[in-house]
T-cell receptor, first 114, second 114 residues
């Protein structure tokens, strides 16, 4: 089954404790992206990757890091989480190219930073 | 800069009534347009997309949308809603030639009542 898998689904942690949210896709997609969803703001892009070893900032990259060492994986790293990063996070993937490819989303990771 | 506006944050409607969820975009270049649905505690699923061609696009679950270039709109419609359509709906856009970057609207919560 084609899917985007995120882990963990839920996490409560404290300010400053480094954490990683994993994302894996099994569709051989070139493009991967991280979004955060906040009430009244919709989804905002954090980082994206066009392919292995190619990453770039989205609209709200501050406080986050990513890496793309393998095509299927695109982890999101919060090195020193703060309460304003409490949010619902989604990973997405799609085929590369410029043809308006739809993105496939994971089920989300709800992070609470105390 | 490209932006997507969903004017209605909530739309209540009775079961079997028709519904229209509004979406407007601003862009000086051609865009690809999408509607996604998010059921509680789930990721986003693609409802339909407009890339080119016919301005009336049919999607899953009986939804359709009409691309109107002169009004820069892409409103989502369903002639008769069901309780199971209760969800949050997001309009999104990506620029032609701009790769895969999606810009989302702030979402519309559709609540179907008996």
């Amino acid at each position: 089954e084609a899917q985007v898998t995120q882990n963990p689904r839920y996490l409560i942690t404290v300010t400053g404790k480094k954490l990683t949210v994993t994302c894996s896709q099994n569709m051989n997609h070139e493009y991967m992206s991280w979004y955060r969803q906040d009430p009244g703001l919709g989804l905002r892009q954090i980082y994206y990757s066009m392919n292995v070893e190619v990453t770039d900032k989205g609209d709200v990259p501050e406080g986050y890091k990513v890496s793309r060492k393998e095509k299927r994986n695109f982890p999101l790293i919060l090195e020193s989480p703060s309460p304003n990063q409490t949010s619902l996070y989604f990973c997405a993937s799609s085929l590369g190219g410029a043809l308006g490819q739809p993105q496939h989303f994971g089920d989300g990771t709800r992070l609470s930073i105390l | 800069a490209q932006s997507v506006t969903q004017l209605d944050s909530q739309v209540p409607v009775f079961e079997e009534a028709p519904v229209e969820l509004r979406c407007n975009y601003s862009s000086s270049v051609s865009v690809y347009l999408f509607w996604y649905v998010q059921y509680p505690n789930q990721g986003l699923q693609l409802l339909l997309k407009y890339l080119s061609g016919s301005t009336l696009v049919k999607g899953i679950n009986g939804f359709e949308a009409e691309f109107n270039k002169s009004q820069t709109s892409f409103h989502l419609r369903k002639p008769s809603v069901h309780i199971s359509d209760t969800a949050e709906y997001f309009c999104a856009a990506t620029l032609s030639g701009g790769g895969n970057k999606l810009t989302f609207g702030t979402g519309t919560q559709l609540k179907v009542e008996l």
